[in-house]
């Protein structure tokens, strides 16, 4: 099945922010801190795609 652009870009943000989720939850869950830093600071970088990826579809589809 082909996807349109905007299926994609709105794929791809959602995938994102289950990853800003996953990133959180094991962050508190491990317990190695060095570790925790990581999986925060890859939170915040999915985060940043999330929300990048919602500007191009309010932008171009929905705005």
Request: with cysteine; glycine share 4%; aromatic share 8%.
């Amino acid at each position: 099945m082909d996807m349109t652009t905007k299926e994609v870009l709105k794929k791809k943000m959602l995938d994102a922010q289950e990853m800003v989720r996953d990133y959180e939850v094991y962050s508190k869950k491990v317990d190695d801190s060095e570790v925790a830093d990581l999986f925060k600071n890859y939170a915040e970088e999915c985060g940043i795609q999330a929300a990048n990826l919602g500007k191009i579809i309010e932008k171009k589809y929905e705005g």
